[in-house]
């Protein structure tokens, strides 16, 4: 039981190139949500699926898109990367209940 | 809008004295509280919430309400302790924001030997 995984673990970009960062749970969870980790600021939720087809935005949503491809996998899109996008990303689920979300082991992403 | 202060973002104790983390919230309603806990090379992970009332590797939070406070508490701090610890607010339960966490600025703890 693998939990919630991302990929990649670390990625280099430079201004205005394009990435997807992928996420996937195991857990059977309805909930999935992408944070950004930045210093001072905690975690910041840039979008949340609350079920299968369904999302919405965060608190900082702007330079973002999502998809859930289904209830396993929770895609975040940068499609013109800027060097402000410079962050830590986690992705994290919740079951039924929402109580308590499982979080990835996060992606360190770079834009120069 | 719903917003979590946690007002140290350091915090230093020596091993088996008291260690108290702040954390303070604005929201209009009845939230829940959490505190997540991030040990190091490890995952962020949930260390204790409100509702439950349990007392976790030593670890207890009060909600109270009067002061808009969730402070954590541990009266004899470990080495094994010191990690980044984060307070987050969920709107309450039953409604269609249930589950988005607001997550505070963070304190890293270190306990010193």
């Known amino acids: 039981n693998a939990g919630v995984t991302q990929t990649p673990k670390f990625q280099v970009l430079k201004t205005g190139q394009s990435m997807t960062l992928q996420c996937a749970q195991d857990?059977?969870?309805?909930?999935m949500y992408w944070y950004r980790q930045d210093p001072g600021m905690g975690l910041r939720l840039i979008y949340y699926s609350a079920s299968e087809g369904t999302t919405d935005k965060g608190e900082v949503p702007n330079g973002y898109n999502v998809s859930r491809l289904n209830k396993r996998e929770f895609s975040l899109r940068l499609e013109s990367a800027a060097p402000s996008q410079t962050s830590v990303y986690f992705c994290?689920?919740?079951?039924?209940?929402?109580?308590?979300?499982?979080f990835g082991p996060g992606t360190r992403l770079l834009v120069l | 809008a719903q917003r979590v202060t946690q007002p140290e973002k350091l915090l230093s104790v020596f091993k088996g004295a008291p260690v108290e983390l702040k954390c303070n919230y604005s929201y209009s309603g009845s939230p829940e509280l959490f505190w997540y806990v991030q040990y190091s090379r490890q995952r962020l992970q949930l260390l204790l919430r409100h509702i439950s009332r349990e007392s976790i590797k030593g670890f207890t939070a009060d909600l109270n309400k009067g002061e808009t406070s969730f402070h954590l508490k541990k009266p004899f701090a470990q080495e094994e302790d010191s990690a980044m610890y984060y307070c987050a607010l969920s709107p309450a339960a039953g409604g269609t924001s249930y589950g988005k966490l607001t997550f505070g600025q963070g304190t890293i703890l270190t306990v010193h030997p």
């Open positions: 994290a689920s919740s079951g039924q209940g929402k109580e308590t979300q499982y």
């Open positions: 857990m059977n969870h309805n909930s």
